[in-house]
């Protein structure tokens, strides 16, 4: 069996830290756990690799880091002339470790590098490549994943993810790369005392801050409004930079949740740090009852999704990320209309899995809307094929539904810290009119339509989880559903075969979409269900849309729909 194999191999090579040596001499004769280890090698998915944290060719740790680290070194060296890299990590299990073995990596390879001294959010890092004029990045985090995993996000010359072409080739360069002894390495203070590596300075974060400064549309207005925020970084990189920009925003009343307040790759108030998931909202929530805010925010570990509650008649209520993406839409286009500052052919970037009312907000305020495949990357790509025509000032908004905003091209990933920021403009704009965010959801609905939106997530981990996974969309291939919840199939659109003009009903605006391992089911009656694998997590993903004249008819729907498809998947 290959997985014995290799287990021996680590056993006798990985010894450089010593937490691999402890784990693979506590798994000696379990079949299951070696297998779980060795079964695959981490690949890129839809935000670089991901992988938990520990020994093994699927795990992350100081040789599979260091691998792809010199595969993309390869790559960076016959791309470029003369290629420099910024490195960036959040608060993770072993993310400043992990860092510097990838400066150390580059910097062995004769590449530049230019390092945080301390953790930082992911948006910073796409922001530092262009300020500092690299050809590359890494940020060293596993964004929203629970503390037992840990990832490696690798970034092009323009400060976005690298998309299929890029990442496939820095894969191939890796996997001629020898696990063990194929990277090239020093030491990092050698690195740093010889000027090969260099940390980067606190202009960077205030030239950062600026250009998020720059996409306020009301300043002060929060001041003003005397707006009450209720604020945790969930033990991650947000802490400093949300808190900066709201208080040079005029902010004076932000509460930090304490015990979530400093770096913790331990998460130990916070198990699953996603602001998709309420219970990331407990402790904000237990201390709104203190503080009585208008709004609570929560950013996951590296700072680049936000998620909201509000307060609504004395409750808190939760709002979606495709919630938020309308409400920052439509605001967004109202203001900079009203006030003068909307470009000429204006552009937006969403995603398939996102809320179709984004469409019905364009066609209103005369924007572009263009549809991509999840994954920020595809959105940051966009902007820079405008920049490309010199055009970038036209992109006005980004948005996914998994809590992820983007407003200007200053950066190509979503960002938490101009996330946080809009969102606590505009609920200071609209309490100055007496009006919650609830309350203008509300209004959209009833203006754009009840689009409900749902998702759920089938998790089986481990090697015999993955292929489980597997099945489930072959299963969905072979045996195609003619209708859910009584609702007729009367489309099926699966983008790993279907053409552009296939897919023209699904999306809005239909550019190029390359292949994915995606199912999109059209029913009667115009709802929608999509499924597909998740990129970051042990996961398939389902994702329902219904629209109806009334909200409890949109949420039957939605409802409806998912308990199909669970009997369907079961
Ligand atoms: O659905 P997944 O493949 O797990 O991806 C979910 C999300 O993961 C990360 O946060 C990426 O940056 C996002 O762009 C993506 O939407």
């Not at 530092?128 to 503390?147: C, D, E, F, M």
């Not at 930090?256 to 198990?271: C, H, K, L």
């Not at 998620?307 to 808190?316: K, L, M, P, S």
């Not at 689009?451 to 291939?477: F, P």
């Amino acid at each position: 069996m290959k997985e014995m194999e290799l287990y021996e191999l680590w056993k006798q090579k990985a010894v450089g830290d010593p937490d691999l040596v402890q784990e693979l001499t506590s798994i000696a004769g379990d079949e299951v756990a070696i297998k779980d280890r060795f079964y695959d090698e981490l690949q890129f998915g839809t935000a670089g690799l991901r992988g938990v944290i520990g020994a093994g060719t699927i795990r992350m740790n100081i040789y599979t880091v260091r691998r792809a680290t010199q595969g993309y070194a390869d790559y960076l060296l016959e791309t470029f002339d003369k290629p420099s890299v910024a490195i960036a990590f959040d608060s993770r299990i072993k993310s400043d470790l992990f860092a510097k073995e990838t400066a150390c990596v580059f910097a062995a390879n004769g590449i530049p590098v230019h390092i945080f001294k301390e953790l930082q959010p992911t948006p910073v890092l796409s922001f530092a490549i262009r300020y500092l004029k690299a050809q590359g990045g890494v940020v060293v985090t596993a964004s929203h994943n629970p503390s037992k995993y840990n990832g490696y996000k690798a970034y092009g010359a323009d400060g976005c993810q690298m998309t299929e072409e890029a990442a496939g080739a820095v894969m191939r360069k890796m996997q001629a790369v020898d696990v063990f002894d194929g990277a090239k390495t020093m030491d990092f203070d050698e690195g740093v005392r010889t000027g090969k590596i260099s940390i980067i300075g606190d202009d960077l974060l205030n030239a950062y801050l600026d250009a998020v400064a720059a996409k306020a549309i009301h300043h002060g207005v929060g001041k003003q409004a005397g707006l009450k925020v209720v604020y945790t970084p969930l033990n991650g990189a947000g802490n400093v930079p949300v808190r900066k920009i709201l208080a040079r925003e005029g902010f004076e009343q932000v509460y930090v949740v304490p015990e979530q307040e400093m770096p913790d790759g331990n998460f130990p108030t916070a198990p699953f740090p996603n602001p998709e998931i309420r219970q990331a909202f407990e402790c904000a929530l237990k201390l709104a009852e203190q503080v009585g805010p208008d709004i609570l925010l929560a950013t996951d570990p590296d700072s680049d999704r936000v998620g909201i509650a509000v307060r609504q008649d004395g409750e808190y209520v939760l709002m979606s990320g495709n919630e938020v993406g309308a409400l920052l839409f439509d605001y967004i286009c109202s203001q900079r209309i009203a006030n003068g500052t909307m470009p000429k052919d204006p552009v937006a970037v969403t995603t398939i899995v996102s809320t179709r009312m984004t469409a019905a907000i364009a066609k209103k305020y005369g924007v572009q809307l263009i549809d991509v495949l999840t994954g920020f990357k595809y959105i940051g790509e966009q902007i820079g094929l405008l920049e490309k025509k010199g055009e970038d000032d036209r992109f006005v908004f980004g948005f996914e539904e998994s809590y992820g905003y983007l407003a200007g091209s200053y950066v190509r990933d979503k960002d938490a810290v101009v996330g946080s920021m809009l969102i606590c403009e505009m609920a200071a704009f609209y309490k100055q009119q007496g009006r919650t965010l609830y309350d203008v959801m509300q209004d959209l609905y009833q203006e754009f339509g009840f689009y409900k939106n749902a998702v759920d997530s089938i998790v089986r981990e481990g090697a015999a989880g993955m292929a489980e996974l597997q099945g489930i969309m072959e299963k969905l291939r072979k045996n195609p559903p003619a209708q859910i919840a009584e609702r007729k199939v009367t489309g099926i659109a699966d983008y790993q075969q279907s053409t552009d003009t296939d897919l023209a009903s699904d999306t809005v605006n239909v550019i190029h979409l390359p292949k994915s391992n995606v199912l999109c089911y059209r029913l009667e009656g115009g709802a929608q269900v999509i499924v597909r694998p998740s990129g970051t997590e042990p996961k398939v993903k389902i994702y329902y849309t219904a629209k109806a004249p009334t909200s409890k008819e949109a949420d039957e729907i939605t409802e409806q729909l998912k308990a199909s498809m669970n009997t369907l998947l079961s």
